[in-house]
């Protein structure tokens, strides 16, 4: 086909995808049915591999194909390779491949499984990133350093297992707050969690008296955000971003801001890694693996042990780690201010036996 014919075909391809609604938008509807997180981080990513074969809209790079009959499968392998030049993480390219080869499929554009298998080089999965639990030392160091709002985010996620953007989600009437020296128990709705499965978590004592002095007055209002959002319009994955960067800058203040490898995209700790500490310590704590997993959302854990037990025998196999999970009054904190309240008393005895001799003294002297 020459150059005249092939141009005029494009032309009349991107005006017919302009007459009618946009592919890209429904499709990303669909996908949004099941998953919001899902449509939205496609939404992301397809955008790219348009702009990447210089076009802005999805659907004009689906008529490009579609007017010079291209071999989606070539289109899909010039992707995967720009990809890997950039250096993108292994597990970061099948995420892309996928979306798009998912969109090509919804356009009409087969893109069959069995022969991606023998016409596409992905690359092997292998660790990029190397991260790690923070130890209790390192979390009270941050917390000492941090905001009362980026406290309270690391104590609702260190302490519970939550995802930050299920913590984002969370509204007061979602907490249901523990007497003095016990846990608060979360109840998570499926629509706000990653399995869409509700869940019930925990909160330590010290997390809950935190939040408490957070909330203030507004623990009385059942449906206010805990994280509050300037315009109702604002979405969830916003406010997690921003906990995100709050909770990054707080590690970066308590002078952790470190790679365990030098070759690593990622820091040794950012947010996730505060489910990491929850996972290490329950277990540690003697909590029962399948109960840890359900605390976290995990969904092979949601069909387990975990939904056979009542919230108050949740309740009592979460307490076993409460001392694991209490960053700002340990034990041994809790101890030094008895004997800091030991030696005020003497202190204040001492004064007062003084002021009485200093009172006899000046009686004498009139006398």
């Excluded at 005029?8 to 609604?21: F, Y």
């Excluded at 390779?81 to 993108?88: C, D, E, I, Q, W």
């Excluded at 509204?171 to 109840?187: H, L, Y």
Aim: proline residues 3%; contains cysteine.
């Amino acid at each position: 086909m020459s150059s005249f014919w092939r141009n005029n075909l494009l032309a009349w391809g991107l005006q017919c995808r302009s007459a009618v609604s946009l592919t890209f938008e429904s499709w990303l509807g669909k996908v949004g049915i099941k998953s919001e997180r899902t449509a939205q981080e496609y939404a992301l990513t397809v955008r790219r591999w348009a702009r990447s074969r210089g076009f802005d809209s999805p659907d004009h790079a689906i008529a490009d194909i579609k007017a010079r009959s291209l071999d989606p499968y070539q289109v899909l392998q010039e992707y995967v390779t720009s990809l890997h030049n950039r250096k993108l993480a292994p597990a970061s390219i099948h995420v892309h491949f996928s979306a798009v080869k998912r969109f090509l499929n919804d356009c009409d554009i087969e893109v069959l499984s069995e022969r991606v298998r023998n016409k596409i080089v992905l690359p092997s999965y292998y660790l990029v990133s190397t991260d790690r639990a923070p130890t209790k030392a390192e979390l009270k160091q941050t917390l000492l350093r941090s905001k009362l709002k980026t406290k309270v985010a690391i104590e609702l996620m260190g302490t519970s297992g939550m995802r930050i953007g299920e913590a984002a989600t969370l509204r007061v009437c979602d907490i249901q707050f523990g007497k003095a020296g016990q846990p608060s128990k979360i109840m998570l709705k499926a629509k706000t969690t990653k399995s869409r499965k509700k869940r019930v978590t925990f909160i330590s004592p010290e997390a809950t008296e935190i939040l408490r002095q957070y909330l203030g007055e507004r623990i009385k209002q059942p449906d206010d955000y805990i994280f509050p959002r300037m315009k109702e319009e604002v979405d969830t994955k916003y406010v997690a971003s921003t906990l995100y960067k709050q909770i990054v800058y707080a590690f970066n203040l308590a002078g952790l801001r470190k790679k365990e490898d030098s070759e690593s995209p990622r820091y040794s700790l950012h947010p996730h890694c505060l489910r990491k500490f929850f996972h290490t310590n329950c277990l540690a704590a003697g909590i029962d693996r399948g109960l840890v997993e359900g605390f976290m959302g995990h969904v092979f854990a949601l069909d387990s042990s975990y939904l056979r037990m009542t919230d108050d025998e949740l309740q009592a196999n979460y307490m076993k780690a409460v001392d694991r999970l209490t960053f700002l009054t340990t034990p041994e904190l809790v101890a030094d201010n008895e004997e800091v309240q030991r030696l005020r008393r003497e202190l204040e005895e001492r004064l007062a036996k003084l002021e009485a001799i200093y009172t006899e003294r000046l009686t004498l002297k009139k006398e």
